[in-house]
C-alpha cells in the first residue's frame, strides 16, 4: 500500500497528482500487468482524501489506457513498455487534445445512447438466439433485419423487396463495396466539392480518378456538371443530397430530379449517401434521390452513425437489381458479413418501434444547437466571413476571405481551447480558406463562449 | 384462431404440419406482417396437441425466416410478399438443405458458444462504459484489447509491441487490407493449391494475378516454389501453416524455415493466415512463421472464427513496421474501424483468462470427431481414395481417382442425406476429383453412419 503514499501540494488538483503517480509506478515497472489496484474505500482512507478524488483517478487511468476495470472485481493495471500515442492516421475519433471547446467531433454523444433499452434487446437476443447469434450470417444480412429496415425505408418513400437492402458495416463500407463492384484503374467518378474525404480515399484507393463538381446552396452545379459529364464518361457521381458533409446544404426537389435527369441522359449511376436525412430541423421533407429513381441508376446507403452510435457499425445499402449480386459479393469478400449479434439486437429496436422516438430526441437537441451555433456565428462573425446556415445535419461550413489560412486559425484556436476542423483534406485541390464547426457534442453555452473565443481570433487575425 | 385449425394425417409429424399451414397462410396473406401469432399453451389447447409442438413449429418459423420472437412477448409474422432464398453467393454460412448428415459446414457449432459467460461481459461492458462502448474505435483496434492480444501472442511466441497488433473484422477482412495495401492490377501473388477460394477471390478483385503451389503433407513443395520464384516477382506468397485449409496439412519447422529463407533470398513477403493453430491435437507444438521472422516479412492473420464463434467477426492482424500505416489506413477506408462494443466484450474475456479454457474444452470435442472421421474412412473407404490424416484443424480432404467427380459424388450424397463439398473452388484448374469433408458440427455416431453411406455411394460409382 505504501507505494501509493503521495505528498499532495496545492499546485493541482489532488485526482490529479495521484494519476500523475501511479502512472509513473506503471511506466517504471513497480505495478505488474493486471495488478488489482486498492479498493476506492481502501486508498481513500490510506491517503485520506475523498472517495471522488480516487474515482476520477482511476476513470482517467483507463481513459488513459493504463488500467481496466472490470464491473464487480476492480480496477487493473495495464503494464505495456510501449504505451504510445494510438492515434494513428485520419479518424473522427482521434482524441482531439484538451481543447475546452470541441467543434470537430461530429460523431454523436455517447449519452445520448439508449443504453438501458439496448441492453434489455442484447440480453433478449441471447436469450431466444444463444449461441446462434454468434453464428455466421448471410453476406446480404440478417434476414429479419432485412425486412425490418424494408419497412423502415417504406417511411422515406423508398419501397424496395427486401432482398435489395443489404446490411453492411457502416457507410463507409458501403463506399467500399461500390467502389470494389464498379471501379477500375483510371475510371472516373464526380463528387460533390467540397466532399468527404474518405470517400475520395476509397475512389482512388481503387485507381480512380476523382473530379469534383461544385455543390451550392439548393445542390450541385447543374450546369458544370453537364460539361464535365460531356467531356468524360463518369461510372458514377457522388452526392450527398441531405445536410451535406461539410456545407450542410441540402438539394431541393429540382436539383434532385435534374441530377437525375442528366445521370440518365449521360448513361450514368448515382450513388447517394444519406447520413443525415433523419436530422432535419425543417418541416419540408424531400425525398431521397432513390424515392425518385424509376429507372433503378441509385445506390443508395443509409447510415445510421450519425443518429444512433457509430460504434454499431452498421448500415444499409439499397442495390439496383443488376448490382445485388455483385455487391453481396464485394461484401462477402470484404468481411463475409457483418456481426449478426448486433444485426439481431438491432432489428429488435425497430421492432420496438424505438428508432423514431430516438431520432425525435436527439433530433430536438441538434436542432437547439444548430440554432445557437448560427446565431452565434451571425453575432460574432465579421461580414467578410462567409458561413451556411443548415436547416439540419451536424456541422457549419466557414469561409475565411481568400488570404486566410484556416490551418492558422485552428492553430491560434487550439491555443485558447477551441478545436475546429481546417477543411482542405474536403478539397481535390486542398483549398485553404475553409473550415468545418460541428456542434454534435457541444452545450449551448459552450457554443457561445467558444464561437466568441474564435471570433475574436479570425478578427485580429484579419486587421 | 379457427384458422389455424389443421386436420392432421398421419403422414408427417404433426408439428411440420402445422408449419406448413401457417407458413401458407402468410404466403397467402391472411396473416399480415407483425401480427402475434397465438401463445404455446392457447394453441395447443385449441389443437389438442403437447406443447412441444407448437415450441418446434415456432422456431422452424423462424429459421426460415415466417416469424420473429421478442422475449416475454411472443412470436410474430413476418409477412413479406418477397421471401425467397436469401443465399446469394458462396457463403460458408449457406444452409445446405436438409440433409442429416452435414459434412460441408465447418464453422463452430453454436451449441460450444459460452452465451452465459459471454452475456455477463457484455453486461460489465455497458454498466462500464455506457454509451462511450457504442462511439467510434480507433481504426488500429481498442488500446485494451490490443495489448490484451499482445499478451497471447507470447503464448504463441510472437513477440510485438501493441502498436502493430491491429483489430480487423475477422480473416477475411485481413485479406482485404492487405490485398488493398499491397496488391495493384497485374501484380503477382503466389498461392497454396488447393487454397482457401475467399482469398484467391480477394486477391483477383484487385486485379492479381494467382499462382498456385502444390501443397504437401508438410508444407508448400519447395522446389516449385523456387523455381517459380525465379520467373514471377510476387508479391507475396499467402500461406496456411497450421491445418491447411482444405487439407489439414501442416507445415514442419524445417518447410517453416525455409519458406522464410526463400521469401528473404527472392525478397518477397508472407501473408500467414492461422486459422487453426489452436486446434493442434498432437502435442507437437510448430511456432508461427511470424514467430520465426526475424526480418519482418511476415504478415499475420489470426482469426478467432473457427475456435469461438464467427459471428463476433473479430480477427487480429500483426504487421511488420514499414506497412503498419498503410494496413491502418486500408482498414479505415474499409470501415473505419470494427465494432468497439465487441472488441470490448472480447477484451474482457481474455483478461479473465476464459479463453485457453474454452479452446481446450472444444479442442477435445474436435479431436474425438477428427479420429472418428479418420478411423471410419479407413474402415469404410476403397483404396483407391486418398484421404488426409490431419493431427489439427476441421477437415479432411478426400482424392478420388482421376475418372470420378466429386460433383456427381455429392449430387449422389445428397439425395442419400449426406453434405459434402465438391474441391473445385479450391483450385485454380478447378481440379474435379476432390472433395472436403468437415467433422465440425457433426456427432460421433452420425459421423460414422455418414461416411458409411458415403463410402458405399463412392464405391458403387467406382464399379
Known amino acids: 500500500m505504501n507505494v501509493f503514499h503521495v505528498q499532495f501540494t496545492n499546485s493541482e488538483s489532488k485526482y490529479k497528482q495521484l494519476t500523475d503517480h501511479i502512472k509513473s509506478l506503471i511506466v517504471k515497472g513497480s505495478l505488474p500487468h493486471h495488478y488489482k489496484l486498492p479498493s476506492i474505500r481502501k486508498l481513500s482512507t490510506f491517503l485520506n482524501v475523498n472517495n471522488v478524488t480516487i474515482v476520477n483517478c482511476y476513470k482517467t487511468l483507463e481513459q488513459d489506457g493504463y488500467a481496466y476495470t472490470i464491473h464487480g472485481s476492480g480496477t487493473f493495471v495495464i503494464a505495456d513498455n510501449n504505451l504510445i500515442d494510438t492515434n494513428e492516421g485520419y479518424s473522427e475519433s482521434t482524441?482531439?487534445?484538451?481543447?475546452?471547446?470541441?467543434?470537430?467531433?461530429?460523431?454523436?454523444?455517447?449519452?445520448?445512447?439508449?443504453?438501458?433499452?439496448?441492453?434489455?434487446?442484447?440480453?433478449?437476443?441471447?436469450?431466444?438466439?444463444?449461441?446462434?447469434?454468434f453464428n455466421y450470417q448471410e453476406a446480404g444480412g440478417y434476414l429479419p433485419l432485412r425486412q425490418s429496415l424494408r419497412e423502415l425505408l417504406k417511411g422515406y418513400k423508398i419501397n424496395v423487396p427486401h432482398q435489395y437492402v443489404?446490411?453492411?458495416?457502416?457507410?463507409?463500407?458501403?463506399?467500399?463495396?461500390?467502389?470494389?463492384?464498379?471501379?477500375?484503374?483510371?475510371?472516373?467518378?464526380?463528387?460533390?466539392?467540397?466532399?468527404?474525404?474518405?470517400?475520395?480515399?476509397?475512389?482512388?484507393?481503387r485507381g480512380a480518378k476523382t473530379v469534383g463538381i461544385p455543390v451550392r446552396n439548393k445542390g450541385m452545379d447543374l450546369q458544370i456538371l453537364e460539361d464535365r459529364l460531356k467531356k468524360f464518361n463518369p461510372k458514377f457521381i457522388y452526392v450527398m443530397p441531405d445536410f451535406q458533409s461539410p456545407t450542410g446544404y441540402q438539394y431541393d426537389l429540382a436539383h434532385r430530379r435534374k441530377l437525375l435527369d442528366l445521370a440518365s441522359k449521360y448513361n450514368t449511376l448515382i450513388v447517394e449517401d444519406d447520413h443525415f436525412s433523419d436530422l432535419n430541423y425543417s418541416i419540408n421533407k424531400i425525398p431521397p434521390l432513390k424515392a425518385l429513381d424509376t429507372e433503378n441508376i441509385v445506390i443508395y446507403i443509409k447510415s445510421f452513425s450519425k443518429v444512433f452510435m457509430p460504434g454499431l457499425r452498421l448500415a444499409l445499402l439499397v442495390a439496383p437489381p443488376i448490382f445485388n449480386t455483385p455487391l453481396i459479393e464485394a461484401k462477402q469478400f470484404s468481411d463475409i458479413s457483418t456481426s449478426g449479434f448486433l444485426q439481431r439486437a438491432f432489428d429488435l429496436y425497430l421492432r420496438k418501434d424505438l428508432w423514431q422516438e430516438h431520432v425525435n430526441k436527439v433530433k430536438k437537441v441538434y436542432q437547439s444547437r444548430c440554432l445557437t451555433t448560427i446565431s452565434a456565428l451571425e453575432k460574432r462573425l465579421p461580414s467578410s466571413v462567409m458561413f451556411t446556415k443548415p436547416t439540419g445535419g451536424l456541422c457549419v461550413w466557414i469561409q475565411l476571405p481568400p488570404h486566410i489560412c484556416a490551418d492558422d486559425i485552428a492553430n491560434l484556436a487550439k491555443q485558447h481551447g477551441v478545436g475546429i476542423l481546417p477543411g482542405d483534406d474536403f478539397f481535390i485541390d486542398r483549398k485553404q480558406n475553409f473550415f468545418r464547426l460541428s456542434f454534435t457534442t457541444m452545450a449551448e453555452k459552450d457554443i457561445e463562449a467558444g464561437i466568441e473565443i474564435l471570433a475574436s481570433i479570425i478578427k485580429g487575425t484579419l486587421k
Request: negative net charge; contains cysteine.
Open 95 to 133: 482524441v482531439f487534445g484538451d481543447v475546452k471547446y470541441d467543434f470537430i467531433t461530429s460523431s454523436p454523444s455517447p449519452t445520448f445512447f439508449p443504453v438501458k433499452a439496448f441492453k434489455g434487446l442484447l440480453n433478449d437476443v441471447l436469450e431466444r438466439d444463444g449461441g446462434f447469434a
Open 166 to 205: 443489404h446490411i453492411i458495416s457502416g457507410g463507409q463500407q458501403g463506399l467500399d463495396i461500390i467502389a470494389k463492384t464498379l471501379l477500375s484503374e483510371g475510371d472516373f467518378v464526380f463528387t460533390e466539392e467540397p466532399c468527404y474525404p474518405g470517400a475520395m480515399a476509397t475512389f482512388s484507393s
